[in-house]
T-cell receptor, first 115, second 112 residues
Framework: DAGITQSPRHKVTETGTPVTLRCHQT?????MYWYRQDPGHGLRLIHY???????DKGEVSDGYSVSRSKTEDFLLTLESATSSQTSVYFC??????????????FGPGTRLTVL | SQKIEQNSEALNIQEGKTATLTCNYT??????LQWYRQDPGRGPVFLLL?????KEKRKERLKVTFDTTLKQSLFHITASQPADSATYLC???????????FGSGTKLNVKP
């Protein structure tokens, strides 16, 4: 398995509080991604990073921010959590075009509940 | 807007039969398309990639086709087994900048 971990694995929080999810990799892959997965919507890209301090928005970025100060860590912050952000969050890593298949390797997921 | 469609209804088949899953897309011109498998409570796992200049790709019991005119990929599992039961997702690299968009997935149930 690719060396990718997410923390916390489960979190319950209240509406209006800030929440930070952490993704850590030991593969030295250039690209890192944050997705959310909800029933009926599949995986939706929130933000992604193509290098240290280089990030870009995905299709559902409102209400989320990210930071990548080191190759191995990619943080996702919910600035003021809302119930609509209750979801399972997946982090993924990729070597990009350096890999023949450009495949993504996914972390185990974080289940977030906003009450 | 970009859109990737997979059959949201579960596909139920008998063991030993061939399962065929569909991925349709609009407003893209992807250089390649990927297929992933996801088991309950786990992250997706990469299975296959097919490039725009490839009509078909095989890996063991898996076969993927890619029709850029129809904007469609078909994913086949031959001689299906109960262990193949999972959700299968297709993914496209939007604008070929390593920015991926996934379909909602199709759940496959293989009955013994």
């Amino acid at each position: 398995d690719a060396g990718i971990t997410q923390s916390p694995r489960h979190k319950v929080t209240e509406t209006g509080t800030p929440v930070t999810l952490r993704c850590h990799q030991t593969e030295n892959h250039r690209y890192m991604y944050w997705y959310r997965q909800d029933p009926g919507h599949g995986l939706r890209l929130i933000h992604y990073s193509y290098g240290v301090k280089d990030t870009d928005k995905g299709e559902v970025s409102d209400g989320y921010s990210v930071s990548r100060s080191k190759t191995e860590d990619f943080l996702l912050t919910l600035e003021s959590a809302t119930s609509s952000q209750t979801s399972v969050y997946f982090c993924a890593i990729s070597e990009g075009q350096a890999s023949s298949y450009n495949e993504q390797f996914f972390g185990p997921g974080t289940r977030l509940t906003v009450l | 807007s970009q859109k990737i469609e997979q059959n949201s209804e579960a596909l139920n088949i008998q063991e030993g039969k061939t399962a065929t899953l569909t991925c349709n897309y609009t407003n893209y011109s992807p250089a390649y398309l990927q297929w992933y498998r996801q088991d309950p409570g786990r992250g997706p796992v990469f299975l296959l990639l097919i490039r725009e200049n490839e009509k078909e790709k095989r890996k063991e019991r898996l076969k993927v086709t890619f029709d850029t005119t129809l904007k469609q990929s078909l994913f086949h599992i031959t001689a299906s087994q109960p262990a193949d039961s999972a959700t299968y997702l297709c993914a496209l690299d939007m604008d070929n900048f390593n920015k991926f968009y996934f379909g909602s997935g199709t759940k496959l149930n293989v009955k013994p």
